[in-house]
């Protein structure tokens, strides 16, 4: 399995909802993320996790909340979001080399196909 | 900080001809990686190319390849027989090879055409 999977491919919500969107790969990747995309933009991180557990938090506002349950699956819990938060939400992973003295190294980011969510 | 530069917002190029999109990039380290991404209407994003910096020889795939000059720090894309299924928006990327690092500095992307 060489693939990153998101579901749903599309979701409007209103303001008031809470949704979740959700990630998974099989392919053994400890690093995974989570993007926003604006259309013709590129992607703008949101959070990374490695091992499982939140590297980075690019101040994301706290209407989006992250979550890691297992190595595979990663999910983005949206509650009371603005309409500016419309967009394409793209999960990604990559694959970490382990080097001596415990420290790891990333390369190349596999996406997923991605989320169109709509707030109306 | 590192920053990237696609200062080609847009191009065309006929079928079967090659074109090459530019990428400038700012660094103070030795040591990193760029990638060019792939991005069609349908809008995943794939990775068409990666390069080591600290590797001289241009990184190849099939029909793309890079020219990639450390010193400049430039690092553009050549499509060559460019194909209909080629068009796409391409976005050119900069990691650093730090460990522990996980952010990807995103050029501002350029929307490729291929006229049939």
């Known amino acids: 399995d060489t693939e990153v999977t998101q579901t749903p491919k599309h979701l409007v919500m209103g303001m008031t909802n809470k949704k979740s969107l959700k990630c998974e790969q099989h392919?053994?990747?400890?690093?995974m993320y989570w993007y926003k995309q604006k259309a013709k933009k590129p992607p703008e991180l949101m959070f990374v996790?490695?091992?499982?557990?939140?590297?980075i938090n690019e101040s994301v506002p706290s209407r989006f909340s992250p979550e890691c349950p297992n190595s595979s699956l990663l999910n983005l819990h949206l509650h009371a979001l603005q309409p500016e938060d419309s967009a394409l939400y793209l999960c990604a992973s990559s694959p970490t080399l382990r080097l001596a003295g415990g420290s790891s190294v990333v390369v190349e980011q596999y996406f997923g196909p991605g989320t169109r969510l709509t707030v109306t | 900080a590192q920053t990237v530069t696609q200062s080609q917002p847009e191009m065309s190029v006929q079928e079967a001809e090659t074109v090459t999109l530019s990428c400038t990039y700012d660094?103070?380290?030795?040591?990193?990686?760029l990638f060019w991404y792939k991005q069609p209407p349908s809008r995943q994003m794939i990775l068409v190319i990666r390069?080591?910096?600290?590797?001289?020889q241009n990184a190849t795939e099939n029909r793309f390849s890079v020219n990639f000059q450390k010193a400049a720090k430039s690092f553009s894309l050549k499509i060559s027989d460019s194909q209909l299924g080629d068009a796409a928006m391409y976005f050119c990327?900069?990691?650093?090879?730090?460990?522990?690092?996980?952010?990807?500095?995103f050029g501002t992307g350029t929307r490729l055409k291929v006229l049939a």
């Open positions: 990327a900069y990691r650093s090879s730090t460990s522990g690092t996980y952010k990807y500095i």
């Open positions: 392919m053994g990747h400890r690093a």
């Open positions: 390069q080591e910096a600290y590797k001289q």
């Open positions: 996790y490695s091992y499982e557990k939140l590297s």
């Open positions: 660094t103070s380290e030795s040591d990193y990686y």
